[in-house]
């Protein structure tokens, strides 16, 4: 337990990477793999790629690395995801250490499992009839909530615990929960067939309304990924000398679509790839493009956004606080009109990338860490796009969690009534308030600032 929980200043991180990696089974037939929750995302991909080439949905847009526990805990999005499920959706059931010590495992289960566990007198039977109750008693409000949408805001994964038929399943309550409700220790996930070959289309544009207008003919073309990347991407990436072939500096103040198509056929692929490539020549494009690539290479299309991520100037953080919005596709063109108003109003830019297949939006502005007022300056624009992001009936944490900062801002536009729903959910599963206290709720001023400072300074000292 000493090399597994480190001391921090107010209680107890637990690292689960050193002693809970291992896969404990595999099952290619019905292509189910059960691991620890300490295990690389890397590590099970790889044992999976030994089977007829399965794999896990993509929790990333560059290749970054993780555990499958903190995937869970985050609920991200990744490239193709809205063509092949997200991975939240391949969580099938959970080895869970709840607040009091107990070990449970959940999944789906009938009506008469259901009874059964409420009828346990232990904590996890006190559970299930406290959870089944405050869905019954919120059963008006929860049926408010679209199941079908990927949204880490409080514990909206209630909306997909009890199905019309009774059967019953606590796992969506813990993805995206950040480690609230408790310690994932083991995971069984169902994997796919992941494409060994990619047909992507580039066609480069000049301004970014003009990319936007040619984002409807790819999506009609039925690309497995549309997305469009902000041409200040390229700028700063070519500035550090970093020059991407296929995004000329004629669309640096403009952006880039990218159409992936991902047939198993090289047929098919290539003939989807020239009937696009054929209508996008009547568009305001500058430069067209198709890119054949490898699996192990589809992260590189998005190189300059890892760059964006880490910028090489001495104190400037690029905060992932504005990342994970989810946003329908048909209001995402409004919603990016009226950044601009933002970018004017506080002398920051905000370039943006959009994966218009998963409805996924993510902006990376750029921010000095040392001064107090690029500081506020965060702050203040995590409250305007959150009130934007809900003018057009989206959520500011669709992916990703919706952490502490961001939480506040998000919290202060949900109705009470959900407010109330959340905490319920929380006090049932940690009546102690053990478990990452302080997350999926407001915040005072005060301590958000302090929330705030103290990661400005860690990136310093990084």
């Known amino acids: 337990?000493?090399?597994?929980?480190?001391?921090?200043?107010?209680?107890?991180?637990?690292?689960?990477?050193?002693?809970?990696?291992?896969?404990?089974?595999?099952?290619?037939?019905?292509?189910?793999?059960?691991?620890?929750?300490?295990?690389?995302?890397?590590?099970?991909?790889?044992?999976?790629?030994?089977?007829?080439?399965?794999?896990?949905?993509?929790?990333?847009?560059?290749?970054?690395?993780?555990?499958?526990?903190?995937?869970?805990?985050?609920?991200?999005?990744?490239?193709?995801?809205?063509?092949?499920?997200?991975?939240?959706?391949?969580?099938?059931?959970?080895?869970?250490?709840?607040?009091?010590?107990?070990?449970?495992?959940?999944?789906?289960?009938?009506?008469?499992?259901?009874?059964?566990?409420?009828?346990?007198?232990?904590?996890?039977?006190?559970?299930?009839?406290?959870?089944?109750?405050?869905?019954?008693?919120?059963?008006?409000?929860?049926?408010?909530?679209?199941?079908?949408?990927?949204?880490?805001?409080?514990?909206?994964?209630?909306s997909r615990v009890k199905q019309k038929d009774g059967s019953f399943d606590l796992t969506p309550l813990f993805i995206g929960s950040q480690g609230s409700l408790g310690v994932i220790c083991e995971v069984i996930m169902k994997a796919q067939f992941i494409r060994p070959e990619y047909s992507v289309v580039v066609a480069s544009y000049k301004k970014l309304s003009d990319a936007q207008s040619a984002v409807e003919l790819a999506m009609k073309n039925k690309a497995s990924a549309v997305e469009i990347i902000d041409g200040r991407f390229f700028r700063q990436a070519a500035v550090v000398g970093k020059v991407v072939e296929w995004a000329p500096k004629e669309c640096f103040k403009g952006a880039v679509v990218l159409a992936i198509f991902d047939d198993f056929s090289d047929r098919a692929r290539n003939k989807a790839a020239k009937k696009l490539t054929r209508k996008l020549e009547s568009s305001e494009a500058i430069d067209i493009k198709t890119l054949h690539l490898e699996e192990q290479d589809l992260f590189s299309?998005?190189?300059?956004?890892?760059?964006?991520?880490?910028?090489?100037?001495?104190?400037?953080?690029?905060?992932?606080?504005?990342?994970?919005i989810l946003m329908a596709p048909e209001k995402i063109d409004s919603f990016l009109s009226e950044l601009k108003s933002l970018e004017s109003k506080y002398g920051v830019d905000l370039p943006v990338f959009v994966d218009f297949s998963s409805d996924y939006i993510s902006l990376h502005p750029t921010f000095d860490s040392k001064k107090v007022s690029e500081r506020q300056k965060i702050l203040q624009l995590l409250a305007e796009i959150s009130q934007i992001v809900n003018k057009y009936e989206g959520s500011f944490a669709g992916f990703g969690g919706d952490g502490r900062l961001k939480a506040n801002f998000i919290y202060k536009n949900l109705p009470d009534d959900e407010k109330q729903l959340y905490a319920k959910v929380k006090q049932i599963f940690d009546p102690a308030g053990i478990f990452n206290p302080g997350i999926k709720a407001e915040a005072q001023p005060k301590e958000l600032a302090a929330e705030l400072n103290a990661w400005c300074k860690l990136r310093n000292q990084a």
């Open 1 to 158: 337990m000493m090399k597994l929980a480190q001391r921090t200043n107010k209680g107890i991180a637990i690292d689960e990477k050193t002693y809970m990696n291992r896969v404990v089974g595999i099952d290619p037939r019905q292509q189910l793999i059960h691991v620890q929750a300490g295990i690389s995302l890397s590590a099970i991909n790889a044992t999976l790629s030994t089977h007829k080439g399965l794999g896990l949905p993509r929790t990333s847009y560059v290749g970054e690395e993780g555990t499958i526990g903190g995937a869970i805990n985050t609920a991200p999005s990744g490239m193709l995801s809205g063509a092949h499920g997200r991975f939240a959706d391949a969580v099938q059931q959970l080895e869970i250490v709840l607040s009091n010590g107990d070990v449970i495992q959940t999944g789906r289960i009938s009506r008469r499992d259901l009874s059964k566990k409420k009828g346990l007198s232990t904590f996890e039977g006190e559970i299930y009839r406290e959870i089944d109750n405050l869905i019954s008693d919120n059963a008006e409000l929860i049926s408010q909530m679209d199941p079908a949408l990927p949204d880490t805001v409080g514990y909206s994964g209630i």
């Open 301 to 324: 299309l998005h190189s300059v956004l890892a760059l964006a991520e880490t910028p090489s100037e001495p104190h400037m953080i690029t905060p992932r606080v504005f990342s994970g």
